[in-house]
């Protein structure tokens, strides 16, 4: 049955762009997160420091037309692909980890019709989105335990809860995981969080404080038959291959996401070597007259994290080229070159996890006690790459590469949290 796209003007939610306007080339995006990176970083701290629920910071999203960016022109997107939707991420969590982390959930989210529920489902949501530049919160991963869809007359009603969330305090809409009834096979639902039985708690970790996390209950929250988006199921043959390479597509977020975080304390730390005498260097009045630092423990340290860094940068481009040419091949795709992508996928993620974990602790230790101040707040970096590693091992990760590399296994269907 084709599926008629609603009216732009009959769509809730947050006030539509001009969709005759022109959307940037894709080689404007770069600056456009550029320059919504660098008004971010000039109160990062403050912002970090206060937690406050991030409405401003996604308001600035909207402005910028991020938000829009992965869907299709002919949807009223920008049409953008994924590799540039990794390229913002990317520079974004550099400067404000917690806002680049919602974004990345974001992108990942708001493309689950695509994966899921093909492409008459998807033009439909992908339209709605557009046009009324929705946020996407809420969470899919393995881990959650399902919601429950009781069957009515017009449709599911959806109950339960679910413990965690990315930016399910400032949604304009949410996907879920949810349970079929009488099979109890997962699928994928989308959720309008304005309905009164949608009841989100604020988050209580230690890091990635404005990525408005949280749990989120359902109480008789209506769900339409059409916005039960697909299978989540992880049995072989319930999903296409190309459904498959959506856990890819998440991971490479998840990926993007440390090397950002990285790259953006790696910067923060540059910049203050080269001005600070280096917490190993004797006393002295002019550590470095006439000349830049020349520490060769501060050099070694700088030297090994910069390695790390583009080391994982490498593996990551790598798996994003190998991402793009599954997605193009769509339906055509097979199993083997789907694993082949999931594992390369897994092998950059755990990278970028490691360095990034890396490149925060160490870091922080060239500086010195300095580092600890909290006007600088620093320690944003290190907390935004903990909290978020914490809920992805990086051992699930290296057991599944492993088998692929010894046995041939192909890895699980496993999605992020």
């Not at 500086?367 to 620093?378: D, E, K, Q, V």
């Not at 290190?382 to 990760?397: C, F, G, K, N, Q």
Request: charged fraction near 20%; include cysteine; proline fraction near 7%.
């Amino acid at each position: 049955m084709t599926i008629a796209p609603p009216d732009p003007a009959s769509v809730s939610g947050s006030a539509g762009r001009d969709l005759s306007a022109p959307v940037p080339a894709p080689a404007g995006w770069p600056h456009i997160a550029r320059e919504l990176a660098d008004d971010l970083a000039t109160d990062a701290v403050e912002r970090e420091q206060a937690a406050k629920p991030p409405h401003d910071e996604v308001a600035r999203l909207r402005e910028s037309g991020l938000l829009t960016l992965l869907v299709p022109a002919a949807h009223g997107g920008g049409g953008a692909d994924w590799r540039t939707a990794y390229a913002v991420v990317r520079t974004v969590s550099a400067a404000d980890g917690a806002i680049g982390r919602l974004l990345g959930n974001h992108y990942f989210l708001s493309s689950t019709a695509r994966f899921f529920g093909g492409p008459q489902r998807a033009a439909r949501i992908e339209r709605a989105s557009a046009a009324g530049q929705w946020c996407w919160g809420g969470g899919i991963a393995s881990q959650e335990p399902p919601l429950m869809l009781t069957p009515t007359a017009h449709g599911y009603l959806l109950d339960g809860h679910q413990r965690y969330d990315t930016g399910v305090g400032v949604a304009d809409r949410l996907v879920v995981r949810a349970a079929v009834p009488g099979t109890g096979e997962p699928v994928a639902v989308l959720v309008d969080p304005a309905h009164p039985g949608v009841g989100a708690g604020a988050g209580d970790t230690f890091g990635q404080r404005l990525a408005a996390g949280g749990g989120v209950g359902f109480d008789g929250v209506p769900v339409a038959a059409d916005d039960v988006l697909g299978s989540l199921s992880a049995d072989d043959g319930a999903l296409s291959p190309f459904a498959g390479l959506s856990a890819p597509a998440a991971r490479l977020v998840s990926a993007h996401f440390c090397l950002g975080v990285a790259e953006g304390l790696l910067g923060e730390v540059r910049e203050h070597g080269r001005v600070v005498r280096a917490p190993w260097q004797p006393f002295s009045a002019q550590p470095w007259p006439g000349g830049p630092a020349q520490d060769p423990y501060a050099l070694t340290a700088y030297g090994e994290l910069a390695v790390a860094a583009r080391a994982a940068s490498a593996l990551a481009d790598q798996a994003v080229d190998a991402l793009i040419q599954g997605l193009d091949r769509g339906e055509a795709l097979d199993d083997e070159e789907c694993a082949e992508i999931a594992v390369l996928a897994s092998a950059a993620e755990a990278a970028a996890s490691r360095a990034a974990q890396e490149i925060t602790s160490r870091a922080l230790e060239a500086i010195g006690a300095a580092a600890a101040l909290t006007r600088h707040g620093l320690d944003r970096f290190w907390r935004d790459t903990r909290t978020h590693t914490l809920r992805e091992p990086v051992a699930h990760r290296m057991r599944e590469i492993g088998d692929y590399f010894l046995n041939g296994a192909h890895p699980p269907f496993t999605l992020p949290a």
